[in-house]
């Protein structure tokens, strides 16, 4: 779908506007214009973009051919960015990226992704109904579509936080192989997290110095502000992975412990029958033949005392070891 919103320099709002009319409105160097592409064909895209705006050929191929990390590249008369939006199952404790391609001029920017995003959506309904934020320009369009994608970090972080806490309590109470499963699933959210949060807040602090001519100077306060917040979940993102870490530690812990606890009791327990086990085999044995009647040895007496002796025996033991704190 492609979709166009156009702030003239009369000061009317316009959303019915044709493909066909893009060239007309560029020369308008005192409106806005606003493209955004979603679910779109590179077939559909490629034509506008390289006759229309005249982007570079390298640039219309990474935005539509290939996926990048957050990135921003200096084209002299337009910016080519990439920022990355997050999306989280915490039901099955997976995270995807979602790519969003923005190229940015002086008085229009354009937006193109595979998806729909919800930080996107946001804006472009913001513009509708106030004028205001297309009234100053591409850099402060830039500012908001980089602030809302930044904003929905923050609700992945607070899942990921709320899916530890889970963790944690079920790493005492049942630690099973599922626990051990979605704690390494959380490792890896945690490091797809970091690798997006790392290289995105070090765009925004480029666009926050004010190294490019299309970004106005008194801009770059605004970055250096989304600058915070990544620096800020980025911080966030560590603290996690070092929560994660710690249930892993403790869970092997609980496991380990709960190891030694089964092999304690099986120890007791041959311990305990080991007098037993000997006197069996000892009178068991038949490897000789007496040289005098043994009747003594076959005796209800006999019988009786051997008995007792099994008995007695693992009681005595038992009383032993708890006597000496071994149980």
């Given at each position: 779908?492609?979709?166009?919103?156009?702030?003239?320099?009369?000061?009317?709002?316009?959303?019915?506007?044709?493909?066909?009319?893009?060239?007309?409105?560029?020369?308008?160097?005192e409106?806005?214009?606003?493209?955004?592409?979603?679910?779109?064909?590179?077939?559909?895209?490629?034509?506008?973009?390289?006759?229309?705006?005249?982007?570079?050929?390298?640039?219309?191929?990474?935005?539509?051919?290939?996926?990048?990390?957050?990135?921003?590249?200096?084209?002299?008369?337009y910016?080519?960015?990439?920022?990355h939006a997050?999306?989280?199952?915490?039901?099955?404790?997976?995270?995807?990226?979602?790519?969003?391609?923005?190229?940015?001029?002086?008085?229009?920017?354009?937006?193109?992704?595979?998806?729909?995003?919800?930080a996107?959506?946001?804006?472009?309904?913001?513009?509708q109904?106030?004028e205001?934020?297309?009234?100053?320009?591409?850099?402060?369009?830039?500012?908001?579509?980089?602030?809302?994608?930044?904003?929905?970090?923050?609700?992945?972080?607070?899942?990921?936080?709320?899916?530890?806490?889970?963790?944690?309590?079920?790493?005492?109470?049942?630690?099973?192989?599922?626990?051990?499963?979605?704690?390494?699933?959380?490792?890896?959210?945690?490091?797809?997290?970091?690798?997006?949060?790392?290289?995105?807040?070090?765009?925004?602090?480029?666009?926050?110095?004010?190294?490019?001519?299309?970004?106005?100077?008194?801009?770059?306060?605004?970055?250096?502000?989304?600058?915070?917040?990544?620096?800020?979940?980025?911080?966030?993102?560590?603290?996690?992975?070092?929560?994660?870490?710690?249930?892993?530690?403790?869970?092997?812990?609980?496991?380990?412990?709960?190891?030694?606890?089964?092999?304690?009791?099986?120890?007791?327990?041959?311990?305990?029958?080991?007098?037993?086990?000997?006197?069996?085999?000892?009178?068991?044995?038949?490897?000789?033949?007496?040289v005098?009647?043994?009747?003594i040895?076959?005796?209800?007496?006999?019988?009786?005392?051997?008995?007792?002796?099994?008995?007695?025996?693992?009681?005595?033991?038992?009383?032993?070891?708890?006597?000496?704190?071994?149980?």
């Amino acid at each position: 779908m492609i979709r166009i919103l156009y702030f003239s320099s009369a000061g009317e709002i316009r959303t019915a506007v044709a493909t066909e009319a893009l060239p007309e409105l560029l020369h308008d160097t005192e409106g806005m214009l606003w493209l955004d592409m979603r679910e779109e064909s590179p077939e559909a895209c490629t034509p506008i973009l390289r006759d229309v705006f005249g982007f570079h050929p390298l640039a219309i191929d990474d935005a539509l051919e290939e996926s990048h990390v957050p990135k921003v590249d200096d084209w002299g008369k337009y910016l080519y960015l990439v920022l990355h939006a997050v999306s989280y199952d915490i039901d099955e404790n997976d995270i995807d990226t979602l790519e969003l391609d923005m190229f940015v001029g002086a008085n229009y920017i354009v937006t193109h992704h595979d998806t729909p995003l919800k930080a996107v959506d946001r804006v472009w309904n913001l513009c509708q109904r106030d004028e205001r934020h297309l009234r100053r320009g591409p850099a402060h369009l830039l500012y908001k579509l980089a602030d809302e994608v930044a904003a929905d970090y923050m609700p992945v972080v607070e899942d990921i936080d709320v899916t530890i806490d889970e963790i944690e309590d079920q790493v005492f109470d049942n630690p099973a192989r599922s626990v051990l499963e979605q704690i390494f699933g959380l490792k890896r959210t945690l490091l797809t997290l970091r690798r997006i949060i790392g290289p995105q807040r070090e765009v925004l602090n480029k666009l926050g110095r004010g190294d490019y001519a299309v970004i106005p100077t008194e801009y770059g306060v605004f970055f250096r502000d989304v600058y915070d917040h990544l620096v800020r979940l980025y911080d966030i993102s560590e603290s996690l992975r070092d929560l994660v870490g710690g249930a892993l530690d403790t869970y092997l812990s609980v496991v380990s412990n709960r190891m030694n606890e089964v092999m304690k009791t099986l120890t007791i327990i041959t311990t305990l029958f080991m007098p037993v086990s000997f006197l069996a085999g000892f009178f068991g044995m038949n490897f000789f033949q007496p040289v005098f009647r043994l009747d003594i040895w076959t005796s209800p007496g006999a019988l009786a005392a051997l008995i007792a002796a099994m008995l007695l025996f693992p009681v005595g033991m038992f009383l032993w070891m708890r006597k000496r704190a071994w149980m």
